[in-house]
């Protein structure tokens, strides 16, 4: 018996039994009743999330005998099609036949009729795999193709797809599953083969697969031909190597306590393991990422999943900016060791570093926070954790709470999404007339950067262009990162609002970015435009305060006169003068 994947066994039959792409769905569906078909559409999305299911499953509903119930699964046509090598139902896969030749193949024999139903259709899979000559080839095909001819197109990467080609097209973008959509998958071919697996393990197959449903399936395939009986998250972890969550947290604490010696000794423990140290690096921003969240939201609900116990401890015994810190040096380990493999290396450096933070000169304030306390540790044999006693915190900055802590330079800025979200809303928010008013303006901070008094900012801001401007805000962008980190430097914020109002009159909020920055936002800008996924203006608006409260979440502002009441009570009455 030829071996056939959990995948492809449990592929949908029906429109109905296609778990998420709603939208996508209902779309193709409501076409084919009101018999309103295009003859070409290109389905985005990354791989593995059901493009080519809904693409075969499109195929065969056009051809269906029964159009109210297609594809009926029970016609001549829909039997027929579920035969494999169906001749009306043509694929190719570009990322392996990219040349002119093959599609000069199927632009010759588009003309010949289907051989059985009313459509031939051609699913072109990779599709931005196409040479430029194979492109132009398909060109003239697709906008006149003959009327019995329908072409899906699908790729993971639609930016490299030619404008021509997308204009000829009805696009529709498949989106990542959901970990729920994904687990009810599981959970359901689970039951089928008969599987015995316990829910966390569904969950965690689910969040491993990472918006995939034919990932899920695999891991779920690999993980059954390792288990002996029941499947546990001890089990899948065990196939993946991966880090407990718990484990995760000991190490970040490890460095949260400038501890370099027990994380490193957990670093060897880690190796005895077999950690996947790719996988581990991942786990480490995304426990960092979820305390942040939870300190930031107080919201549990925003970070379901195995992070969330580990995160919420975090997030009580550590800092936002120290967090993002880590997350900083965690990417860093990621982009170096992606090629090399040495993650092992790297985390040790990244450990170095961050254990370094006695330098830099920020203030805590310490009293407050609880001991870090090693909770309860697994002491089975299976995943051996060092004991680890407990110890207090080191108290290296015990400052009075009322100094108002330097906020620091190189956090939220350097989250790369998070700028690049916030650019998408900007852009939504900017306005072309005042940019142009303001570029004609701007040559002005040459002159500034003279004047002793607006010169810190103002000779780095005659580096920069003025990128997007509105009401109350104005994007710049320069070449350098160093500069746009001094730039965002939330001390400097008030400098540079006073030097943009004698730049350009208004007093305005700057936000600096780099030109990397700027341009990947502008091509997820045009890509949301052209799939009308924009924020409208409100959403950017609502958006926008939200990421504007992270600053001051960690800056504490005391009213003296508060204070004095507190320390005194009623006994002190303050009078104005
Ligand atoms: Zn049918």
Redesign the pocket.
């Known amino acids: 018996m030829i071996y056939k994947s959990l995948y492809r066994t449990y592929r949908p039959q029906q429109f109905s039994e296609v778990v998420g792409q709603k939208h996508i769905v209902t779309a193709l569906s409501n076409a084919l009743k009101r018999n309103k078909i295009a003859h070409a559409y290109l389905f985005c999305g990354p791989r593995g999330i059901g493009k080519t299911t809904v693409a075969k499953l499109f195929a065969?509903?056009v051809?269906?005998?029964?159009p109210d119930?297609?594809?009926?699964?029970?016609?001549?046509?829909?039997?027929s099609m579920n035969q494999p090598n169906h001749p009306d139902i043509i694929e190719m896969d570009a990322a392996s036949n990219n040349g002119v030749d093959e599609i000069r193949e199927i632009v010759d024999k588009v003309k010949y009729a289907p051989v059985e139903g009313k459509y031939k259709i051609y699913i072109i899979d990779e599709v931005h795999m196409l040479t430029s000559g194979a492109f132009n080839a398909l060109l003239k095909t697709l906008e006149e193709p003959p009327r019995h001819v329908i072409f899906i197109l699908a790729t993971t990467d639609p930016q490299k797809v030619i404008p021509t080609v997308i204009s000829r097209t009805q696009r529709f973008d498949f989106t990542r599953a959901s970990v729920k959509d994904i687990s009810e998958l599981i959970e359901k071919v689970a039951e089928e083969e008969k599987i015995q697996i316990d829910p966390e393990a569904i969950k965690l197959i689910a969040e491993l697969a990472d918006g995939g449903f034919r990932d899920g399936l695999s891991i779920l395939e690999q993980v059954i031909a390792f288990a002996d009986e029941e499947i546990s998250v001890e089990v899948v972890s065990e196939v993946y190597r991966l880090a407990k969550a718990e484990d995760l947290q000991y190490f970040i604490e490890d460095i949260l306590n400038l501890d370099v010696k027990e994380a490193y000794r957990r670093l060897e423990l880690f190796d005895q393991m077999s950690i996947d140290y790719r996988r581990f690096t991942h786990d480490l921003m995304e426990l960092c990422k979820a305390s942040v969240i939870l300190k930031l939201t107080k919201d549990s609900t925003f970070v379901a999943g195995r992070f969330q116990e580990a995160a919420e401890t975090l997030s009580m015994h550590s800092e936002s900016h120290r967090l993002l810190d880590f997350i900083d040096e965690f990417l860093n380990v990621q982009n170096n060791a992606r090629f090399s493999g040495l993650y092992r290396s790297y985390l040790e450096v990244a450990t170095l570093k961050l254990c370094q933070v006695e330098e830099q000169k920020v203030v805590e304030p310490v009293t407050e926070r609880p001991t870090v306390t090693k909770v309860a540790m697994d002491k089975s044999e299976k995943s051996p954790v060092l004991p680890v006693q407990p110890k207090p915190q080191k108290k290296t900055r015990v400052e009075p709470k009322v100094e108002i802590k330097a906020p620091n330079p190189t956090n939220s800025q350097k989250v790369e999404e998070d700028i690049i979200s916030v650019l998408i809303d900007l852009m939504v928010l900017g306005k072309k007339e005042l940019r142009e008013q303001e570029s004609e303006r701007w040559y002005k901070v040459n002159d500034l950067a003279l004047d002793p008094e607006y010169r810190k900012v103002a000779i780095i801001l005659k580096n920069s262009d003025i990128k997007i401007s509105g009401e109350e805000f104005v994007v710049v962008s320069l070449a350098r990162q160093e500069q746009v980190n001094v730039l965002n430097q939330p001390s400097n914020q008030q400098l540079i609002r006073e030097t943009m109002k004698a730049a350009i009159g208004t007093e305005k909020s700057v936000l600096a970015v780099s030109n990397q920055e700027l341009s990947k936002a502008v091509t997820i800008f045009m890509d949301k435009m052209n799939s009308k996924t924009l924020p409208t203006i409100e959403e950017a608006q609502k958006q926008l305060v939200r990421f504007e409260v992270k600053e001051p979440e960690e800056i504490e502002i005391i009213d003296p006169e508060a204070l004095l009441k507190e320390m005194l009570g009623d006994l002190v009455v303050v009078k104005d003068e």
Request: net charge neutral; glycine share 6%; proline share 6%.
């Open positions: 065969k509903a051809n269906c005998l029964q119930q297609a594809p009926c699964g029970e016609c001549a046509s829909c039997v």
